[in-house]
């Protein structure tokens, strides 16, 4: 059962240490599952590690993750050659996909050589839940700041654009994100902009934002935009989960 309407939930968290395995899927990615709709029988998740440059044992530890949560997980990996054949096809018939951290620029520019991109448009329009963390949230967006190219963070402009807005990650956690959002939104660069601190995600239904939520009392989300009088970040309510 696919969600009523394409839904992203872009995210700063989701995934912790596990007791028993390396990962643990936390109250975030459980959220994005309830958006599916699924009932009746396990979730399917389809993760995409690309951003991590499909390193196996990233992949082994969210298998591992998923199983012990009650996912039925599959994986689509790009190295040396996509792991499936259809990738539209495949992505379809999932409930969620969820996206890994690493580098965004290197996710985008794989997934364009490879046609995902168009993939996963057409499984976001068909009700897939799409979400992940980091770069796994800049993604769905115009862009926004990363570290893909070295450690003083630039801005990716090329994101795939589902969402028209910029996102920032990590917003109170790396000590770069926030003054070099700012930056980038108040010069033009980057469009206004959507942030989250660690254990904050953000629900888009279409391309419109609808709410906050988090999986950790202390964590917030913001909105950050520019104007006449400079740049201007918002807080915005937060639902606990």
């Not at 390396?22 to 995409?48: H, I, N, Y």
Request: charged content about 15%; overall charge negative.
């Amino acid at each position: 059962m696919p969600a009523d309407a394409p839904t992203i939930l872009a995210t700063s968290g989701g995934i912790g240490a596990g007791l028993r395995t390396r990962f643990e899927f936390t109250a975030l990615t459980d959220f994005s599952v309830d958006l599916s709709g699924v009932e009746g029988r396990a979730p399917r998740v389809c993760f995409l590690a690309t951003a991590m440059g499909d390193d196996k044992a990233t992949l082994h530890y969210l298998t591992e993750a998923a199983q012990s949560r009650g996912f039925i997980p599959t994986h689509i990996s790009l190295f040396p050659m996509p792991t499936v054949a259809d990738t539209t096809a495949h992505l379809v018939e999932q409930d969620v996909v969820w996206v890994f951290g690493g580098s965004v620029a290197n996710l985008l520019a794989l997934w364009r050589v490879h046609g995902l991109d168009t993939a996963l448009h057409a499984a976001w329009q068909a009700g897939v839940v799409l979400t992940g963390i980091s770069a796994g949230s800049i993604c769905w967006h115009s862009g926004g700041m990363t570290d893909s190219f070295g450690p003083t963070l630039q801005p990716i402009v090329d994101g795939l654009r589902f969402l028209p807005y910029a996102n920032g990650v990590h917003y109170d956690t790396e000590a770069q994100r926030r003054p070099m959002l700012q930056t980038f939104v108040g010069n033009g660069t980057l469009p206004a902009a959507y942030a989250t601190d660690d254990g904050a995600g953000l629900l888009y239904r279409g391309t419109t934002f609808v709410e906050a939520v988090a999986e950790k009392n202390s964590a917030g989300a913001y909105f950050v935009s520019a104007g006449d009088g400079g740049v201007l970040e918002t807080a915005l309510d937060v639902r606990h989960l």
